[in-house]
T-cell receptor, first 109, second 117 residues
């Protein structure tokens, strides 16, 4: 079993939809949970990070961490075509982050 | 502009011909790392460096070498490339993590697409 599992998709939604992206993990030592967005032919960019459990909101984006279930989510409200990208979850306990495979999101007009 | 640069962006080479991919950051970051990204496998860390002259293996170090002689530069060396090293490579940097609640964003370079024939 991989330490971090993430469904690669693709996930295709209409503009305006609420998008839910998820990852599960197995390592209890993970404390930092991140979401990166990667556009085609670009490097990943940090979107949000959370320390330990709880929710964090930033505009249309909400990150949730449930350490008891070892499950993290990223919600995108009012999705836009410009949100079309690959979203990678990442998590770490000490220095070395472990990335999920990434979920490809397509938001069509 | 704060950035991580990589060169070259695209490279096609042949098996066994030594190559170096350069990485440079202008943010005075202590931490630098190299990843490869392959379809279905995601980002996997090759090597990382906590500071000058301090390097360590990541998850997939076989066939790669690195050096960190200066803080801003972290070249990736493939002494004898093989076709299974065909991949998209990313360099990343961040300021040193410290404390139990701090997180320092990793900045990624634009990527180097390497093809080994």
């Amino acid at each position: 079993q991989k330490e971090v599992e993430q469904d690669p998709g693709p996930l295709s939604v209409p503009e305006g939809a609420i998008v839910s992206l998820n990852c599960t993990y197995s390592n209890s030592a993970f404390q930092y949970f991140m979401w990166y967005r990667q556009y085609s032919r670009k490097g990943p960019e940090l979107l949000m990070y959370t320390y330990s459990s709880g929710n964090k909101e930033d505009g249309r984006f909400t990150a949730q961490v449930d350490k008891s279930s070892k499950y993290i989510s990223l919600f995108i409200r009012d999705s836009q075509p410009s949100d079309s990208a690959t979203y990678l979850c990442a998590m770490r306990g000490s220095y070395i982050p472990t990335f999920g495979r990434g979920t490809s999101l397509i938001v069509h007009p | 502009e704060a950035q991580v640069t990589q060169n070259p962006r695209y490279l096609i080479t042949v098996t066994g011909k030594k190559l170096t991919v350069t990485c440079s950051q202008n943010m005075n970051h202590e931490y630098m790392s190299w990843y490869r990204q392959d379809p279905g496998l995601g980002l996997r860390q090759i090597y990382y460096s906590m500071n000058v002259e301090v390097t360590d293996k990541g998850d997939v170090p076989e066939g790669y070498k690195v050096s960190r002689k200066e803080k801003r530069n972290f070249p990736l060396i493939l002494e004898s490339p093989s076709p299974n090293q065909t991949s998209l490579y990313f360099c990343a940097s961040s300021s040193a993590t410290s404390g139990t609640r701090s997180y320092n964003e990793q900045f990624f370079g634009p990527g180097t697409r390497l093809t080994v024939l």
